[in-house]
């Protein structure tokens, strides 16, 4: 049995007298400066950070994109929601400048961690693009009167963002998020609606039965029911959501470290090290990584499960079997919208299989 949600409270309970003694203790040892150095304390600043860094809850972190260099010039960039919608918002990155530029759509993969994950990737598409991006809520904060959370909704979403974002819009997706958006320009195309100009998929689980990740493989190790039973949990009563089954972040996040153990393992260790020897730099580059790694959301129970069914245990889109809301996708309808895509070794199909197999076969 893994860890429940009540589990988990009592965890934070035990733990939340202590951070704060931790975290000074920590403070007031690193700014004793050489004269600790040769002390055996010196030893225990690094310990007390680690270990509450490791204790501590992660906050959902900030774009904190506040400019960028468009056209050559640097000009201030001011972050907007112009959609708000119970489980997401789109957020506009406007750049204060009179240059018009291609409209592209990021959507974030809701797959555990924040949007904030594709940060750098937004910060560099401002110089030429002007962005806009999914941001995914915590399913925690969305209240149960809210209602459910479906894979189904989650395209229709993307269908109202792409009306909204116009025809000349191009979409970006990487990792999860690759299935619905190709799902939802291929029921726009089925109702001739007009379709996104470009759409890159990257690192996408398009047939997650071809080159099985680990991701995959497990996926088709244990029944839906596992899933059902084991992974899903209701929210307690202190939370905006109480009552609402989800996949809990603290769950998944034990599973991304499960996945390379020995990495973080080695990456805390160097981290003890880099701090007791005062290596600045590196410290700080292990706080970015991992207050934006261990910043998790919980996802809509429903959403997760049948997203573990349509994508990774009966290979639904490959199969051309998915119907989104009882209409079939059929990725054959699009005519009118570039594909790029950008893969790994470790890919489920290369880009020539996507063109000459999904987008032609799949649901003919």
Not at 95 to 114: E, I, K, N
Not at 211 to 239: C, H, I, M, Q
Request: aromatic share 10%; proline share 6%; charged share 20%.
């Amino acid at each position: 049995m893994l860890m429940s949600y009540p589990l988990r409270e009592l965890q934070t309970a035990i733990w939340a007298p202590f951070l704060p003694w931790l975290q000074a203790t920590a403070s007031f040892l690193a700014g004793s400066g050489n004269a600790a150095s040769a002390l055996p304390t010196s030893q225990l600043a690094p310990g007390c950070e680690l270990l509450a860094r490791l204790c501590k809850r992660y906050p959902k972190p900030e774009f904190g994109l506040t400019d960028a260099v468009v056209d050559g010039q640097q000009v201030a960039v001011t972050e907007t929601v112009v959609r708000d919608r119970p489980f997401c918002r789109l957020l506009h990155f406007e750049r204060a400048t009179p240059h018009r530029h291609p409209v592209a759509l990021v959507v974030a993969p809701l797959s555990g961690h924040h949007a904030t994950l594709l940060r750098d990737t937004v910060a560099a598409m401002l110089q030429d693009f002007d962005v806009y991006i999914t941001d995914w809520r915590d399913a925690r904060t969305v209240p149960l009167a809210e209602g459910a959370f479906h894979l189904d909704d989650y395209v229709a979403y993307l269908r109202e963002f792409l009306r909204f974002l116009g025809p000349d819009a191009h979409v970006v997706s990487a990792c999860q998020s690759t299935v619905p958006v190709l799902a939802a320009v291929s029921l726009m195309a089925t109702h001739d609606e007009t379709t996104p100009r470009s759409m890159t998929l990257i690192g996408r689980p398009i047939d997650a039965g071809r080159g099985p990740t680990t991701v995959n493989a497990f996926a088709v190790s244990k029944p839906l029911d596992w899933f059902t039973r084991e992974l899903t949990k209701t929210l307690p009563g202190n939370y905006p959501g109480a009552g609402r089954r989800v996949y809990p972040g603290f769950l998944q996040h034990a599973a991304f470290v499960a996945m390379n153990p020995e990495r973080h393992l080695d990456s805390h260790l160097r981290y003890y090290c880099d701090v007791a020897a005062g290596n600045g730099e590196l410290v700080d580059a292990h706080r970015r990584f991992y207050d934006e790694y261990n910043a998790v959301l919980d996802m809509a129970a429903e959403y997760y499960l049948e997203t573990v069914r349509v994508v990774f245990q009966e290979f639904c889109l490959a199969r051309g079997t998915w119907q989104v809301r009882g209409e079939h996708v059929r990725p054959d309808a699009i005519k009118a919208t570039a594909l790029i895509t950008v893969e790994s070794h470790v890919s489920n199909e290369s880009a020539a299989d996507l063109h000459t197999g999904v987008l032609e076969d799949v649901a003919a």
